[in-house]
């Protein structure tokens, strides 16, 4: 028998071969206030005891045709039984880093890149961080067999950038830096501006913008030039706290450093106007948009139609479509819906249908077929009241 009572108990009940969790020293820009969170002791899953009982001799039958004999695993056939066999099983799948950690016990086995992306893609699509940690912990200590030499694996970047998109995510901020400077101490040069994005993202949604511009400006210091991406997230930032001026300072700082602004960074900005009551200054910052040949999204027409209506400008609403229209940036995916309820709504049915006659000589919808019969109607309504 390749698998008895005793294998089984220990491969189901003791999580202890990996090395010790290496502690990464604090960052060099800052440090972090508080000690990062002390990781629990992997706890028995309550169902199970040392004692035999049917579902151990069911796991027992269930690795045994299954999973291939120790001396002929590899990483390859390893996942396979993990990916088709372990990961869908109703009662054993949460078993997976078990069976990860017992292969990495074996003589004649060692982890690849492959194994180490797919069980951390693994842990934490089910949450399962202070394992994921581990995870990283044993990979910096157990390179791949790729990277036996002077150069680091070069898979080693997305498994951790993996890793940390999931911790940021999660908001546990603490678990993505340590991670970060793990994989920046391990790979070859500098990392990819996508991960020091990831991490600035995280501190934004988690709502700590202060530590947000810490690493924006600990990115400058490490010679990460910040791209579109990076400015438009610290954008939003300044905007989710309520400090819109600080938002346009970036944004000029950006065009300065000769970064070009996207639609995404011109709607943050409109979007943020509006909120504060500065119509014209939104609509200026659109027709500005416009001049630097930035495209004009269907997103756009929404947060200026949707602004304007709510102070009350149906009819500049509408105008403004009409301008768009005539200077073709009009999306053709606008849904003009909503303009033309409130257009009715207002007892303007004849200006609705004035607006979609014309829209519809430039770009014929069958949407506006629609949208003309019902401003009609709406029309004949209030004529026989």
Not at 262 to 278: K, W
Request: proline share 7%; with cysteine; glycine share 6%.
């Amino acid at each position: 028998m390749r698998w008895n009572k005793n294998n089984v108990i220990n491969l189901v009940s003791k999580s202890n071969h990996l090395p010790a969790p290496i502690t990464p020293p604090s960052p060099e820009i800052y440090r972090i206030p508080k000690p990062p969170p002390k990781l629990p002791e992997i706890s028995i899953p309550p169902t199970l005891t040392l004692s035999p009982s049917p579902r151990h001799s069911n796991f027992v039958n269930f690795l045994e045709n299954n999973l291939p004999h120790h001396q002929t695993l590899t990483p390859q056939t390893l996942l396979g039984f993990l990916r088709s066999k372990l990961r869908h099983h109703p009662l054993y799948a949460h078993y997976d880093f078990s069976v990860f950690n017992w292969a990495a016990t074996l003589d004649t086995f060692r982890h690849d890149h492959d194994s180490f992306l797919w069980m951390s893609r693994s842990l934490a699509a089910t949450h399962r961080f202070s394992d994921l940690y581990r995870l990283l912990s044993f990979i910096a200590s157990n390179p791949c067999p790729c990277s036996s030499g002077i150069f680091s694996c070069p898979e080693l970047e997305p498994i951790f950038r993996s890793a940390i998109d999931a911790y940021c995510r999660a908001g546990k901020m603490d678990y993505a830096l340590l991670a970060f400077d793990t994989m920046k101490r391990l790979i070859d040069g500098k990392p990819n501006l996508g991960v020091y994005n990831t991490v600035v993202n995280g501190y934004v949604k988690a709502g700590d913008l202060d530590k947000a511009l810490r690493f924006y400006q600990r990115m400058g210091k490490e010679r990460a030039k910040p791209d579109v991406f990076t400015f438009n997230i610290l954008i939003n930032g300044y905007c989710r706290s309520s400090k819109f001026d600080m938002a346009l300072d970036l944004f000029r700082e950006m065009k300065e450093k000769g970064c070009e602004p996207n639609v995404v960074s011109f709607n943050t900005l409109i979007r943020g106007f509006l909120s504060r009551g500065e119509i014209e200054e939104g609509v200026k910052m659109a027709y500005e948009m416009i001049e630097l040949g930035c495209r004009f999204s269907e997103a756009t027409c929404e947060i200026l139609v949707d602004g304007l209506c709510r102070e009350g400008r149906v009819d500049d609403a509408c105008g403004l479509v009409f301008d768009l229209s005539n200077k073709r940036v009009l999306p053709s995916e606008f849904d003009y819906g909503s303009l033309v309820e409130k257009l009715c709504r207002e007892n303007k049915a004849e200006r609705a249908m004035e607006m979609v006659e014309e829209l519809w000589k430039k770009g014929g919808n069958p949407m506006f077929d629609c949208l003309y019969y019902t401003c009609r109607r709406v029309e004949e309504i209030r004529k026989n009241r």
